[in-house]
């Protein structure tokens, strides 16, 4: 039976033992430290992201990388010897034992050696014997200072392998907006909100077994991340409002208003020629599975929506910003799938070069009556270029209003800058979305396609004005990153959210009647002594404006809400249940006594017909998140 190698190297260990020369030794760990500093020195005062790791970088990860471009026998040389100098620099206890000695390594049929072997004469004391349990697969081979210094040094920083990095993520949002008195702040105003990207997080959470941090719970977007059965408009208006008032299911002394807008669905042969460029994230931080690989899926799954008639283009962002694929007929699948297949994540993120490019390649694609949009896809990592963000909104505000929009698709964990992503969703009029799963970027690309990507109202505010003669206090669940001023109603050059075809807006307030025992706070001492004028049968005053796509001035749609207070229908309860969801998240003072059970049970009981599941895996979310609160 040939002789195993390893074993001959085991049995070779145990004679000779060189003399150690203290000059060579002095200067390999004088080289050791000089390496130590120089990774040290790698980092930046930017944000720590994937393309860019924190300082010090493991040296040993660069080494695991260098060894995957070796031959199979030449990396096990390599790194064995590499392994002999780790523990004599970083173990004091070993420095006083000698070296094992050179032992050419051999293959299993042949006495000649498979590299030569290297001399690494800095060792610092002889090492004993290896324990038995190791001997027979021990292997040793030595590398001279210069050689060492050759191999490392010659490795750039960013061809280093990288370690999972430290959680960067950044989410945008706002302190809980507060009880507000009718009699002293009547009136309510916001900008309508379609994006669901916040649902998506908090589930993407939860399924890993963690509570979702609290700035990523945004209430308005969990509650619109679900379809509700509201009546669609009967006329040419671009959506109809749905008002209700039902009691709160977390407090049995105020009151749960519903305003709900339901957008008009125009028919697929009416629907302009759509302009569409994906602005893809291809830097080093895109490398995951749920990140370049699931994107590509996700728009795999797009194309089969688009129509001959409609073009696609593609830029790509990473280091510099290029365009892979020039406009296309949607109907040519085989090009543009080529094109998607040929990208690779790597280089750092010139995310503010990529959407220039992406503006100019819409620019050229651009024709009157058509939809163009650009649908930039990242996890956030917005790091390099982007200097000045006020410059880079009003860039994006001016393509707005140049007809060009902007949606924004974030993708994988751990770094993902959500603040960033909705301030250019906001201003770029599109929406923005958070895609963990082929499930979800079906629902967003695929169901949800065409209120995605074409308009029927831009500029959407809502305003509520309480009669203070029927309403003590209120509030607004969620929107507090979409608060408008009283004044910027009526101010067409203030931008708001955009509806799109066939898409909802959900609102809810909580509102206190007057004389309930769940007012909060006390009347003035010496307010004006006038009492509160206005209908008693009327709770508030709806004001809605928008402009249709491509226009400049705004049109108005009112009408009073009644103080009726109704039994709450399936789709309201739903909502509720969410909305009380999101508050127990977020660890809301205005839902005591109200826990994970309760909102469980409100969900669990409105499910309604449910075809894609939606209201279902809540609820099964919910109560993941009970057995999470409890383990914590």
């Known amino acids: 039976m040939t002789d195993d190698p390893l074993d001959r190297l085991a049995r070779e260990m145990t004679r000779a033992t060189p003399e150690v020369d203290p000059a060579a030794k002095a200067r390999a760990l004088a080289l050791a430290q000089k390496n130590f500093e120089a990774r040290q020195g790698t980092g930046s005062d930017a944000r720590p992201m994937s393309d860019r790791p924190r300082q010090g970088a493991g040296f040993w990860t660069g080494v695991r990388t260098m060894l995957s471009h070796f031959p199979t026998r030449a990396a096990l040389v390599t790194s064995t010897g590499l392994v002999a100098v780790a523990l004599v620099v970083t173990f004091p206890a070993l420095r006083d034992m000698g070296p094992p000695p050179v032992v050419p390594l051999t293959s299993d049929d042949s006495e000649a050696p498979l590299v030569e072997p290297v001399v690494i004469d800095a060792l610092p004391a002889p090492l004993p014997a290896p324990a038995p349990m190791l001997a027979d697969r021990a292997a040793a081979v030595k590398l001279s200072a210069p050689q060492m210094e050759l191999a490392v040094g010659a490795m750039a920083p960013d061809a280093l392998y990288r370690p999972p990095e430290a959680d960067t993520e950044a989410f945008a949002n706002a302190d809980e907006n507060p009880v507000k008195i009718a009699a002293e702040a009547p009136v309510s105003t916001f900008s309508a909100d379609v994006d669901t990207a916040s649902w998506a997080v908090i589930r993407s959470s939860i399924l890993s077994g963690m509570m979702p941090p609290k700035d990523a719970v945004r209430i308005e977007e969990m509650v619109n991340y679900f379809p509700y059965d509201l009546a669609a408009p009967e006329d040419d208006t671009p959506f109809r409002p749905t008002v209700t008032l039902t009691q709160t299911p977390w407090n049995p002394d105020t009151r749960l208003l519903r305003i709900a807008l339901q957008g008009r669905m125009p028919p697929v042969a009416e629907r302009p020629p759509l302009n569409l460029v994906f602005l893809i994230d291809t830097s080093g931080s895109m490398q995951d599975a749920d990140k370049l690989p699931l994107l590509k899926q996700s728009f795999r799954l797009m194309l089969s929506e688009l129509r001959p008639e409609d073009q696609v283009a593609i830029v790509t962002y990473a280091g510099s910003a290029g365009e892979v694929l020039a406009p296309t007929p949607a109907g040519d699948r085989a090009t543009i799938l080529a094109a998607l297949d040929r990208l690779e994540a790597g280089g750092s993120t010139a995310g503010q070069e990529g959407l220039q490019q992406a503006y100019a390649t819409a620019a050229k694609m651009q024709a009157e009556g058509e939809v163009s949009r650009v649908l ?257």
Do not use: C
Request: avoid cysteine; proline fraction near 5%.
């Open 376 to 632: 930039l896809a990242t996890d956030g990592d917005f790091n390099v270029g982007l200097s000045d963000p006020a410059a880079l909104e009003k860039f994006i505000a001016d393509r707005r209003d140049e007809g060009v929009y902007l949606s924004v698709l974030g993708f994988g964990r751990g770094n993902l800058d959500d603040a960033t992503m909705q301030a250019l969703a906001q201003n770029g009029n599109g929406q923005a979305a958070y895609i963990d799963t082929l499930m979800e970027a079906r629902k967003v690309l695929v169901d949800q396609l065409t209120g995605a990507l074409f308009p029927i109202a831009d500029d959407v505010k809502v305003q509520v004005e309480f009669n203070p003669a029927a309403v003590a206090e209120y509030r607004l669940i969620g929107y507090e990153t979409r608060a408008l001023n009283r004044e910027d109603f009526n101010n067409d050059r203030v931008d708001a959210g955009e509806i799109g075809a066939g898409h909802a807006v959900t609102a809810l307030y909580e509102v206190t009647p007057v004389g309930s025992p769940a007012v909060l706070n006390d009347p003035l001492r010496y307010g004006a002594g006038d009492a509160p004028s206005g209908p008693a049968d009327e709770l508030a005053f709806l004001r809605l404006r928008y402009k249709a796509p491509g226009t400049d001035t705004s049109q108005l749609i009112e009408q009073p809400i009644p103080a009726t207070v109704t039994e709450a229908d399936t789709e309201t309860r739903f909502a509720a249940a969410i909305a009380g969801f999101g508050q127990l998240l977020r660890g809301s003072d205005y839902v005591t006594g109200w826990g994970f059970g309760d909102a469980i049970a409100l969900a669990d009981g409105a499910t309604g017909s449910d075809p894609f599941g939606y209201r279902r895996e809540a609820v099964s979310l919910m109560r993941l998140a009970d057995s999470l609160s409890d383990a914590n």
